[in-house]
């Protein structure tokens, strides 16, 4: 009897450190939606300069990126999991863009 409650708790911690351990950078992105378009596009943005996504930097081989315009620049993320970082920091982001053009 002891053996297995051993053996359930181990088994409980694998799963719970293997829960703590994913992160975006490790995301295959099966979980979610490539093919989200986003809100419409402003038609006066400045065109998005780069190849990859500006949060993640994946490309966006998967599928189609979710793009938006943000304060008049196009923006492409390799997916919508990808917008909460960049709201929470746009002007991080929005540097990548800056040093993309020097």
Not at 4 to 23: D, E, M, P, R
Request: charged share 25%; proline share 5%.
């Amino acid at each position: 009897m002891n053996s297995f409650i051993t053996l359930l708790a181990a088994a409980a911690i694998a799963v719970g450190l293997s829960a703590c351990s994913n992160s975006h950078e490790a995301d295959d992105h099966s979980g979610h939606a490539h093919d989200a378009a986003g809100p419409a596009t402003d038609k006066n943005a400045k065109p998005y300069p780069l190849s990859v996504c500006i949060v993640s930097a994946e490309s966006f081989d998967h599928g189609k990126p979710y793009v938006f315009a943000h304060e008049g620049q196009e923006i492409k993320l390799c997916c919508k999991d990808c917008l909460k970082d960049f709201q929470n920091e746009p002007a991080k982001y929005l540097a990548k863009l800056k040093t993309d053009r020097k």
